[in-house]
T-cell receptor, first 111, second 112 residues
Framework: QQPVQSPQAVILREGEDAVINCSSS?????VHWYRQKHGEAPVFLMI?????EQKGHEKISASFNEKKQQSSLYLTASQLSYSGTYFC????????????FGKGTSLLVTP | DGGITQSPKYLFRKEGQNVTLSCEQN?????MYWYRQDPGQGLRLIYY???????QKGDIAEGYSVSREKKESFPLTVTSAQKNPTAFYLC???????????FGPGTRLTVL
């Protein structure tokens, strides 16, 4: 079953912040975040494992609340290069730990 | 260079024909996956394989078949039983199930 991502789409001005949420009805072992540019393959951003950790590099970070079965991706001081579609992929024992991906959040950063 | 290759990039077939999509990786990964991507639907898992000679159905396996005879290769056959095969197909691999997945460039299949 696909995790639910929100919002479906967001438009930002360069320098603004955004939060993308991912929630699942299953108990999660891991959450993976990817970004895909149009017509290209998804590119890995980060993985979070159960334990409520928060990860990040530069201006993109993420949190994982295992009890709520939710993860959030934080983009701060957005850059034009952040534009794309963001997917969360969730792993659980129900699926043999193979990832189930959400429908994606389309992010457009404008000058 | 290590990576995942998919060929061809674009593929056209007539309705009723089976077609096989290629996926090769030289990352020495045990796990491989096939996803289908349609506009607004995200990535939906078709099949995955944890190890050679073993594979599992994903969420939308009907009308598809796979084989995993070699560690490096995980071809996907789209059969005539697949009712709406036109889509973008992505192959991925990871060290093991649940690990970070690395994606190939994709094959866009159009059935006429």
């Amino acid at each position: 079953q696909q995790p639910v991502q929100s919002p479906q789409a967001v438009i930002l001005r360069e320098g603004e912040d955004a939060v993308i949420n991912c929630s699942s009805s299953k108990a999660l072992y891991s959450v993976h975040w990817y970004r895909q540019k149009h017509g290209e393959a998804p590119v890995f951003l980060m993985i979070l494992l159960k334990g409520g950790e928060q990860k990040g590099h530069e201006k993109i970070s993420a949190s994982f609340n295992e009890k709520k079965q939710q993860s959030s991706l934080y983009l701060t001081a957005s850059q034009l290069s952040y534009s794309g579609t963001y997917f969360c992929g969730t792993g659980s024992s129900n699926s043999g730990y193979a990832l189930n991906f959400g429908k994606g959040t389309s992010l457009l950063v404008t000058p | 260079d290590g990576g995942i290759t998919q060929s061809p990039k674009y593929l056209f077939r007539k309705e009723g024909q089976n077609v096989t999509l290629s996926c090769e990786q030289n990352l020495n990964h045990d796990a491989m996956y096939w996803y289908r991507q349609d506009p607004g639907q995200g990535l939906r898992l078709i099949y995955y394989s944890q190890i050679v000679n073993d594979f599992q159905k994903g969420d939308i396996a009907e009308g598809y078949s796979v084989s995993r005879e070699k560690k490096e290769s995980f071809p996907l056959t789209v059969t005539s039983a697949q009712k709406n095969p036109t889509a973008f197909y992505l192959c991925a691999s990871s060290i093991g199930i649940g690990d970070t997945q690395y994606f190939g460039p994709g094959t866009r299949l159009t059935v006429l």
